[in-house]
């Protein structure tokens, strides 16, 4: 196992899983099994990934760099932070608000001008995680090297909100290959550097 990583996080992990392949304790302080799960995928999902497990399409790095940004910037925004119009052009862009299939208008920035991340682009867990969970419910004894083993196959791939409306959510299976070549590729949905085999 790699050293540099955050054992602490690997850790909590261990012992969500733990708790709920055990019975229900309803003694003082004990975690109910749903907020022990609840706690499980939310801790899973805040995981910082290393770099070679983030994806980004084409289109979502084609407006980054239009607005400005360059390669490194470009996995520092999340969620609500705000992202700049910096460059000197007026870019259109679609908004989204919240789950909804259809954008709810469309915004043309002017320099200084911005917009939520959350409202553009999607980070999209290739392989979903109520799948790694149920890999790591697996488990019969969790302990950091086999859970690893599991939170090794997490990947995100980081694109714009109109792509990840296209792609099924049915047809998901724990084959990351399988998704980004076939389910993204079918949608049109082209990763930055990928070896596709097509």
């Known amino acids: 196992m790699d050293h540099k990583l955050n054992f602490e996080a690997i850790d909590n992990i261990v012992n969500l899983i733990s708790v709920l392949q055990k019975e229900e304790s309803k003694h003082p302080y004990s975690i109910d099994h749903g907020g ?24 979502a790095e084609k407006l980054f760099k239009r607005l400005g940004y360059n390669e490194k910037e470009i996995f520092t925004f999340f969620y609500r932070m705000r992202v700049i119009n910096k460059s000197e052009e007026v870019i259109t862009v679609e908004l989204y608000k919240g789950a909804s299939s259809k954008p709810d ?33 697996m488990i019969k004894e969790p302990n950091r090297d086999n859970v690893y083993e599991v939170l090794k196959d997490i990947g995100v791939c980081r694109m714009l909100k109109g792509e990840d409306r296209k792609v099924t959510r049915t047809k998901r299976t724990y084959d990351e290959k399988f998704i980004i070549e076939n389910l993204y590729y079918k949608e049109g949905i082209r990763i930055k550097n990928y070896q596709y085999l097509k």
């Open 36 to 59: 022990a799960r609840y706690l499980l995928n939310q801790t899973i999902r805040q995981l910082w990934l290393p770099t070679n497990r983030m994806y980004i399409s084409n289109e």
């Open 105 to 137: 208008r469309e915004q043309s920035l002017k320099t200084g001008e911005s917009f939520l991340f959350r409202e553009v682009f999607h980070d999209d867990h290739i392989i979903p995680i109520t799948h790694i969970i149920d890999k790591l419910f």
